[in-house]
C-alpha cells in the first residue's frame, strides 16, 4: 500500500513562511486527489487544501490568498506553501490522499506552531 510522509513542520513567528512536503511511497496519480488537513489542540481535523489529479485546487475560507497547495508528478509529492501564518494556523498538519476506489490513507502529521 502507497504510504505518505510529510516534512516541513515547525516553528514560525506571526507572518512567517512554511512550506510542507508530502511525499507519496508510490505514484500520486492512484489518487483522486491529495489534501492537507490541520487539527488545532482540542478541535476536530478538517480539511484546509486539496488537490486533483488535473490541478485544480480548493482551499478553506481561512486560508484563501495564503496558503498555496500544488504537486510535482515526477517526484510523487505535494507541497502545501504557506505565507502570512497566523496563531490559529497552529495544529498538527496531515496529508491525505483519496483513494480512487474509496476511502483515505493518511500520512502521521507534522506539527506548525506560529507563536512569537
Known amino acids: 500500500q502507497v504510504q505518505l510522509v510529510e516534512s516541513g513542520g515547525g516553528l514560525v513567528q506571526p507572518g512567517g513562511s512554511l512550506r510542507l512536503s508530502c511525499a507519496a511511497s508510490?505514484?500520486?496519480?492512484?489518487?483522486?486527489?491529495v489534501g492537507w488537513s490541520r487539527q488545532a489542540p482540542g478541535k476536530q481535523r478538517g480539511l484546509v487544501a486539496a488537490?486533483?489529479?488535473?490541478?485544480?485546487?480548493t482551499y478553506v475560507d481561512s486560508v484563501k490568498g495564503r496558503f498555496t497547495i500544488s504537486r510535482d508528478n515526477s517526484k510523487n509529492t505535494v507541497y502545501l506553501q504557506m505565507n502570512s501564518l497566523k496563531p490559529e494556523d497552529t495544529g498538527v498538519y496531515y496529508c491525505?490522499?483519496?483513494?480512487?476506489?474509496?476511502?483515505?490513507?493518511w500520512g502521521q502529521g507534522t506539527q506548525v506552531t506560529v507563536s512569537s
Open positions: 491525505r490522499a483519496q483513494l480512487r476506489g474509496g476511502g483515505y490513507i
Open positions: 508510490g505514484s500520486i496519480f492512484s489518487f483522486s486527489a
Open positions: 488537490i486533483a489529479t488535473d490541478s485544480s485546487t
